[in-house]
């Protein structure tokens, strides 16, 4: 098997696909990440004037999450509509009459106006010009002393009636509703990134953040390509005929496929390393030097490996460029959903987990344990797909799925025959 | 119609195929190197191993590549004139094939809209020729389910579906087994009637059976054009066949270009080439075109 | 011209059935995940540019892909009606389903009240569906790979989500809102670059 697995690696560093693919991640990674040699994470000052950089704080405080969102509901009963993302793109839900008037008593309960006032003085508020909020007479805002409990029993209300994908889940409210780090977050940010990541980490996270949003579409073209090119020189009947096992080929191929799609993705991630490396001269920073490894292997590689088994079962079956709409769905879908966590953490079930930020080590440390169940879960997705691609492959080598016709499709009537 | 006014003229065009100094390059690579060529009405075979330039210079006739140096013509129109040339041409590729959802007939009707045959006229002679090639029973069969010798068989048919006066045909036997070839060859012969069929192959059977004019074509060079009766003189009077032991065939074969064996027990019958009696018990035997064709490549550049 | 509607007719029956298929299923499905009711101008345009106009590189790129096979393509282009001319059928067809396709989505989201200027957007949304098949006929032109002709554009629409405006300026395929300029030269881009990849293919004869 090794000496096919070698010969489909020869063919596919030979074939021109390959070469756009490897640009393209080149071209990808020095545009988001090219910059970054003179511009590395430094420690904190006092006194700065924002400490934006260094991330959100890990949660936020209940009265926080409140004010944050009765913001939000007021917005949305003001314009009588809310934004909802069950897939990422925005899908409108407006609400009715009664749904209406009992997200009004909530608000009213909460701001503690009465139902017909309040409205009134949404409208004014609603109507200054941006920036005059805080100057306003009125201003939304939480009743003192509101409990908790309350406020997410009337949101748990508001997803009810809103359905899927909105802004008014706990978990999202909290996401959404953290601040800035202040001057100790920041402090705190900065050290674990020196410590816990190894500088290094931190670093490499920020790749795994952009290349994972190739990895979850380029492979499919490869893997689609070279499939289809076996068609094209009628390779097929040579390939069936031989002794190889359908396992073996299968394997090889996908191995092939995998190992040449990651292998220029770890030769780049090399250039954050040095640029950590460049950068930690002479400060006592303790490096991570197998960060790089870690991330290539352990966050890149399942999708990469999930891809590139996918695109092969549907383009065996299919036989025709399919895969490549199938992945673009997946691949949109997956980019779509993970807008809403871009600094991390959250990562769900996501094909492209993402955080796109050097620090929140917390949020990497909370979502470490669903992290890893999720690479788990798409390294576990291949090795079933690879199967199914060797169930298919050996189905087609014994004569079922034949396009060429001439069992499936041109069966002889029994009185001709 | 753009074809009743046609084919008058067509049929008093001079139908001979002229090729004058011909020159074709792929890169660097000299694929044919002055070819010189005329070609009459009727059967022409062109003959020559893999990678002669057979297909090279099927496919530059055809308009298919285009030419560095040289001449050519086909019924006096310049092979330049692309779309002219078209009309009065038809081409069967090596490895034919049509779209392969389409069915037989979809594929005829199809390829003669291509050609610029109206309605009327393509329903009138696409079941003529399906019925001519063998093909009506399978008019609603799809390109795909078709065997070697029905897709073949279909690419004659398309050749020739826009009468054509000169028919372009390349090593279309290959692959068939006997009795498709001898049928095809047949066919060949009956449309070659008044027309130019050029047909290249490295079988010597189908030109031995049909072609009067022949040309071998080596290294893109041509070794030998005229008639099979000239080119079968060059080796009249050479062709011997003697039986041997097997501990000699080594050495025979050495000394002389054996063109065929046969094995009998401890005996081999060989039949082979010399120039003049090479010894007792070797007899004369009548050449054919096989003999002539590797005396030929043995040759090789030597003209006749 | 019977030539040309016989020509026409075949090419859909035969190939391009199946891109129009795609094309009519994805539109069709797409309110199911994206709202497409009381959008504003800037949603509206959002959902016209990033996924309405991908539809352009379903419906043309394949163009060339039914004479993949060489033989086929021999026996082609030996008749008299050039293969150019099956190739400019094939995309006249395309960029009337595009044309149709466009216009009863764009006549579904404004019968659902969603805010846009219907000339603006149509003639812009139409432009990015011509420049996203062009580069992507153009790639297919010059690989001879079909796969490669629907990398090519999609590498591209990545791209112009990832680096923006700042860095394709003119060629800045979701300007609808920001530069309309954009569109016309993404249009006049769409149409050299799908004229060259045809003239590409058609030189490299073998």
Redesign the interface.
């Known amino acids: 098997m090794w000496s096919l697995w070698k010969k489909e690696c020869k063919q596919t560093a030979k074939s021109l696909i390959y070469w756009l693919y490897v640009i393209c991640l080149v071209l990808f990674y020095v545009s988001q990440m090219g910059g970054m040699r003179g511009r590395m994470m430094t420690a904190p000052k006092e006194g700065q004037e924002d400490y934006r950089t260094y991330g959100k704080k890990d949660t936020a405080s209940e009265a926080e999450i409140m004010d944050y969102g009765l913001s939000r509901l007021v917005t949305g009963y003001y314009l009588e509509t809310f934004d909802t993302y069950p897939v990422g793109y925005v899908k409108e839900v407006n609400i009715s009459e009664k749904e209406k008037e009992e997200i009004g008593e909530m608000l009213a309960d909460m701001t503690g106006e009465q139902p017909d006032t309040l409205d009134k003085k949404l409208e004014e508020y609603m109507m200054l010009p941006w920036g005059t909020e805080e100057e306003a007479s009125w201003v939304p805002a939480m009743r003192d002393g509101y409990s908790y409990e309350k406020f997410l029993k009337n949101m748990g209300r508001v997803c009810e009636i809103l359905g899927p994908g909105s802004e008014f889940t706990e978990a999202k409210l909290k996401y959404s509703a953290r601040t800035p780090v202040d001057y100790e977050g920041a402090k705190k940010a900065y050290e674990n990134l020196v410590t816990k990541d190894g500088y290094t980490g931190g670093y490499l996270r920020l790749f795994s953040d952009y290349m994972g949003i190739l990895m979850g579409i380029l492979p499919a073209f490869l893997i689609t390509s070279r499939i289809l090119r076996d068609r094209r020189a009628k390779m097929q009947d040579l390939i069936f005929t031989r002794k190889t096992s359908s396992a073996v080929i299968v394997t090889a191929r996908c191995l092939a496929g995998i190992c040449m799609a990651i292998l220029p993705v770890i030769a780049i991630s090399v250039m954050p390393m040095i640029d950590c490396i460049l950068f930690a001269k002479g400060t006592g920073i303790r490096l991570d030097y197998l960060a790089f490894l870690k991330y290539d292997l352990g966050w890149l590689l399942p999708p990469v490996m999930a891809v590139t088994a996918l695109g092969m079962l549907v383009t065996e079956l299919s036989e025709t460029p399919l895969a490549i709409l199938v992945q673009v769905i997946w691949w949109f879908a997956s980019l779509q959903m993970g807008i809403n966590g871009m600094s991390g953490g959250d990562y769900g079930w996501n094909l492209i987990p993402r955080h796109n930020s050097v620090v929140n080590y917390g949020g990497f440390a909370n979502g470490f344990g669903q992290l890893v169940k999720n690479r788990l879960l798409y390294a576990a997705l291949a090795v079933v797909l690879t199967a199914a691609t060797i169930g298919i492959y050996e189905a087609k080598r014994k004569g079922h799925f034949r396009r060429r016709g001439n069992i499936l499709f041109n069966r002889k009537k029994s009185d001709q025959a | 119609m753009l074809y009743t006014a046609n084919e008058e003229r067509v049929r008093h065009m001079n139908t001979t195929v002229e090729i004058r100094h011909l020159d074709k390059y792929y890169g660097r690579k000299k694929a044919l190197s002055d070819i010189n060529l005329t070609i009459p009405a009727g059967m022409f075979g062109l003959l020559g191993r893999n990678g002669a330039g057979k297909t090279t210079l099927m496919k530059t006739l055809a308009t298919l590549l285009e030419k560095q140096k040289g001449e050519v013509r086909i019924c006096g129109i310049p092979v330049e004139n692309a779309s002219q040339i078209r009309r009065i041409i038809g081409y069967l590729p090596q490895d034919f094939s049509m779209y392969p959802n389409m069915t037989v007939y979809e594929s005829m009707d199809y390829l003669g809209v291509l050609s610029g045959l109206g309605k009327k006229e393509r329903q009138k002679r696409i079941p003529l020729l399906l019925e001519r090639v063998n093909l009506s029973d399978a008019q609603y069969k799809k390109v795909k389910t078709l065997s070697g010798g029905m897709k073949r068989r279909l690419g004659i048919a398309q050749a020739i579906l826009h009468n054509p006066k000169v028919l372009i045909v390349d090593e279309p036997t290959a692959g068939l087994d006997p009795e498709e070839r001898v049928r095809f060859r047949n066919l060949l012969c009956e449309i070659a009637e008044d027309r130019i069929v050029i047909l290249s192959t490295h079988i010597v059977g189908d030109i031995e059976a049909t072609c009067e004019n022949i040309a071998v074509l080596d290294e893109g060079t041509l070794l030998f054009t005229g008639t099979v009766e000239e080119l079968l003189l060059a080796v009249k009077g050479k062709v011997y066949k003697a039986e041997i032991s097997r501990s000699e065939l080594e050495k025979l074969k050495k000394r002389y270009l054996v063109t065929s064996m046969l094995t009998m027990g401890n005996n081999v019958i060989v039949r082979f080439l010399a120039e003049k009696q090479p010894f007792e018990g070797a007899r004369h035997c009548e050449a054919d075109v096989e003999d002539a064709y590797m005396y030929l490549m043995q040759k090789r550049g030597g003209k006749l | 011209m019977?030539?040309y509607y016989?020509?026409a007719k075949?090419q859909i029956r035969?190939?391009l059935w199946q891109p129009v298929l795609?094309s009519a299923v994805m539109l069709a499905a797409s309110p199911l995940?994206?709202?497409i009711?009381?959008?504003s101008p800037e949603?509206s345009a959002k959902?016209l540019e990033t996924?309405v106009a991908l539809i352009g590189i379903?419906l043309f790129v394949p163009v060339f892909y039914?004479e993949?096979?060489?033989?086929?393509r021999?026996?082609?282009?030996?008749?008299?009606?050039?293969i150019t001319c099956?190739y400019l059928i094939r995309l006249a067809l395309s960029l009337l389903a595009a044309a149709i396709f466009l216009l009863a989505y764009m006549g579904v989201m404004k019968a659902g009240n969603c805010g846009m200027e219907m000339g603006r957007f149509y003639f812009g949304t139409c432009a990015e569906m011509l420049f996203f098949g062009g580069i992507g006929i153009f790639a297919y032109g010059v690989?001879d790979?079909?796969?490669?002709g629907?990398?090519?554009p999609?590498?591209y629409y990545?791209?112009a989500i990832?680096?923006g405006a700042k860095?394709m300026k003119w060629f800045y395929p979701f300007g609808m809102l920001t530069d309309y300029m954009t569109k016309y030269w993404i249009l006049a881009a769409g149409i050299v670059l799908g004229a060259a990849g045809i003239w590409m293919r058609n030189i490299k004869?073998?």
């Open positions: 019977e030539t016989s020509i075949s035969h190939n795609i995940v994206l709202g009711r009381n959008l949603q959902v996924f379903i039914p993949q096979d060489q033989s086929v021999d026996t082609i282009r030996a008749r008299y009606t050039p099956i690989s790979n079909l796969i490669i629907y990398m090519a999609m590498v990545a791209a990832g680096a860095y004869k073998n």
